[in-house]
């Protein structure tokens, strides 16, 4: 499928790449591109804010099925309150003005994380654009909002203990996919890829125990500018990856 008009000319071609069926990606280096830009850091929100319609669209022309962002971790809560009503009030703006573009590429959102500490105007927002595009098919598009993969593994482990507590199950019964079904969104496949913008090495507490397999890769670019061009970069890269799982390579495993 050949796209243009946008500024990159965009062909989805996917020769020589390999898509993800479930994706994750940092949304990491806000600040640092406004920064450089002598701008406060809010207006590198905004910007990143802007660029996940853009990710969303790339995603989508390639065929990713699972998109996860990472877009306010449990820890951000230490961030000054300015910056962090600003976020706040850019996620309640946000999810309502990008409706129509998602339904046209029909995304379905969902939210994961712990939205009892989320303000009742972005809790409201979030359950809002859930139910409205719950039957869009072509990609569902997963926001970490307030989420820490500490605290979604602490969750499960909550949950399962209950069951323990209720007489349902013996401790020994615990299994590591009892956990995953305890999860946020089980239904969700673990990422085959991670992609962080922004130069950093760290999950920064992001699925940490669905991304046990996951291939990690890292760019340079700061969010704001993570096009179509670094995206199919990620995606070459991730064609010559050797996916071993503790066995062996395939090559290997013939001999
Ligand atoms: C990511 O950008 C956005 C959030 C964490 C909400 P940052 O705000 O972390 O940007 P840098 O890392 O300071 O550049
Ligand atoms: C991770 O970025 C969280 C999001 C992108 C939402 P941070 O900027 O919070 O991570 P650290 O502090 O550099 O590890
Ligand atoms: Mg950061």
Redesign the pocket.
């Known amino acids: 499928m050949a796209i243009s008009g946008n500024k990159e000319k965009k062909t989805f071609d996917t020769g020589d790449l390999k898509v993800p069926v479930s994706l994750g990606v940092i949304?990491?280096?806000?600040?640092?591109w406004a920064t450089q830009r002598h701008l406060p850091?809010t207006a590198?929100?905004k910007v990143?804010a802007e660029n996940l319609k853009e990710l969303c669209r790339n995603c989508v022309g390639y065929g990713v099925k699972y998109l996860t962002v990472y877009?306010?971790?449990t820890e951000?809560w230490s961030r000054p309150k300015g910056e962090v009503d600003q976020?706040m009030k850019l996620f309640v703006e946000l999810f309502d003005k990008y409706d129509p573009e998602l339904a046209e590429q029909g995304i379905r959102v969902r939210f994961s994380g712990d939205d009892s500490e989320l303000p009742q105007k972005v809790r409201d927002v979030c359950r809002t654009a859930e139910e409205r595009s719950k039957d869009r098919p072509n990609m569902q598009l997963i926001v970490a909002l307030n989420y820490g993969g500490r605290r979604e593994i602490l969750s499960s482990c909550k949950k399962i203990a209950e069951q323990v507590k209720a007489g349902e199950i013996e401790p020994s019964d615990i299994t590591e996919k009892m956990l995953s079904d305890n999860m946020y969104l089980p239904d969700v496949p673990d990422p085959e890829l991670i992609i962080r913008p922004?130069g950093e090495m760290r999950l920064s507490n992001f699925l940490l125990w669905e991304s046990a397999y996951s291939e990690f890769w890292v760019s340079d670019i700061l969010?704001p500018d993570f096009g179509y061009e670094e995206l199919t970069k990620a995606f070459r890269d991730f064609a010559l990856r050797d996916r071993r799982f503790g066995g062996l390579s395939k090559k290997e495993s013939k001999k």
Do not use: P
């Not at 949304?27 to 640092?32: A, I, K, L, S, T």
């Open positions: 949304m990491d280096g806000n600040g640092r850091r590198g929100h990143g877009a306010f971790s951000n976020l922004s969010w």
